[in-house]
């Protein structure tokens, strides 16, 4: 990817948007996907957006998973998602969480949404004009994590079909 040229990017939460929210998935035996996910990723791909998932694990701070087992869960939903024709071209983490016996970085801290370290650092690795991106989510967090990033936020509720949610919003 060019350095110069700035993309666009779908910021995606994992839980509750990509698939349904069953507390602390990191199985693959648990995880499901919601309806019309596949095509709306490979709609995202095909309008020239970057499709980034952020999502916030504190399952991990509070010793329910290891980051091993994420980025197992993870690694399977981008080959899933391939096998669908669609892409996810990133996926940021925030394994923190305040109670944790685990010790955790200033800048782990900052990634956790409300707070926009995820993207930021995913603006920096990708280029991405944040003016032309916008971010979908099911929570009040991630409604203030995509207005402190200054980005358009969509609230999706339990019911939603993402394919029709981001044909409308990408014409």
Request: glycine share 4%; with cysteine.
């Amino acid at each position: 990817m060019k350095k110069n040229k700035k993309t666009k990017a779908v910021f995606l939460d994992r839980d509750g948007v990509i698939n349904y929210d069953l507390g602390y998935v990191y199985k693959i035996s648990k995880f499901k996907f919601k309806k019309n996910v596949f095509k709306a990723l490979e709609y995202i791909n095909k309008k020239k957006y970057l499709a980034i998932i952020v999502t916030n694990q504190s399952g991990i701070g509070r010793g329910y998973y290891s980051i091993k087992d994420l980025k197992i869960l993870h690694n399977w939903m981008k080959q899933k998602v391939r096998k669908k024709n669609g892409i996810i071209n990133d996926i940021f983490f925030a394994p923190y969480y305040e109670f944790s016996k685990i010790k955790f970085s200033k800048k782990d801290k900052l990634n956790r949404k409300p707070n926009i370290g995820m993207i930021k650092d995913a603006q920096k690795k990708w280029s991405i004009d944040l003016k032309k991106s916008f971010m979908i989510g099911d929570s009040l967090i991630d409604k203030k994590c995509a207005k402190k990033a200054k980005l358009k936020f969509i609230k999706v509720n339990k019911n939603y079909d993402l394919l029709k949610l981001v044909s409308k919003k990408i014409k």
